[in-house]
């Protein structure tokens, strides 16, 4: 059940923020915006996640528009490191259904020098 | 170690097979979690433990799935009858479960090749 879209691809030069659309419209009252990244041949990680609020730790900053119905990543200073697919989900964080993240394709982001 | 570990890295095997495939999750960490990851795609679920418990089997494809956590840390994910369809990297994740931190840790994946 796709419950995020994002945009297949993007580009960012070396240094520059790197801002990630995701567009959550049917999101729920209980449901948190995720964000994983994913670099080639690992496994995802983990990057930074919200509820209603801006969120910011060392990674990034997770910037939720009042509607809760789109949200953005921002890298603030994007490395050649952070190329990767990063993947915005949405997910309850109770009850049994609290391990079915839905990961969808994700945005391929290519940090270029 | 500190992180979620998988084995092993790689299997080959041939259609018609049994495999197991392993994780250790970080350590105090109830929840675990198993996702496979086809080319191309992302990652999609399979199972969800609480402890030894699966508080979640939807993700499984079919019988010939199926996953054990008998003392709430190691799980082994169990696979019949292989079939070519089954090729993929299986991906284990943990986390600390519903009354601590949610943020999954994943380990590298077992990538299996069924021929």
């Known amino acids: 059940d796709a419950k995020t879209t994002q945009p297949p691809s993007m580009d960012c030069a070396e240094g520059r923020a790197a801002n990630l659309p995701c567009n959550h419209s049917t999101i729920s009252g209980n449901e948190y915006v995720y964000w994983y990244r994913q670099i080639h041949s690992q496994g995802p990680q983990y990057i930074i996640h919200g509820l209603k609020n801006n969120e910011t730790n060392e990674m990034a900053s997770l910037i939720i528009t009042e509607d809760r119905k789109s949200s953005t990543l921002i890298l603030p200073h994007a490395t050649l490191r952070d190329t990767a697919v990063y993947y915005c989900?949405?997910?309850?964080?109770?009850?049994?259904?609290?391990?079915?993240?839905?990961f969808g394709r994700g945005t391929q982001l290519t940090v270029w020098p | 170690g500190a992180g979620v570990s998988q084995t092993p890295s790689n299997k080959v095997t041939e259609k018609g097979k049994y495999v197991e495939l392993r994780c250790d999750p970080i350590?105090?960490?109830?929840?675990l979690y198993w996702y496979r990851q086809s080319l191309g795609q992302g990652p999609e679920f399979l199972i969800y433990?609480?402890?030894?418990?699966?508080?979640?089997d939807s993700g499984l494809p079919n019988d010939r799935f199926f996953a054990v956590r008998p003392e709430g840390s190691v799980s082994t994910l169990k696979i019949q009858r292989t079939e070519r369809g089954d090729s993929a990297v299986y991906l284990c994740a943990s986390s600390l479960g519903p009354t601590g931190g949610t943020e999954a840790f994943f380990g590298q994946g077992t990538r299996l090749t069924v021929v």
């Open positions: 350590s105090g960490h109830t929840a």
């Open positions: 989900i949405v997910r309850v964080n109770r009850g049994s259904t609290l391990g079915r993240l839905y």
């Open positions: 433990f609480q402890g030894t418990g699966a508080a979640d």
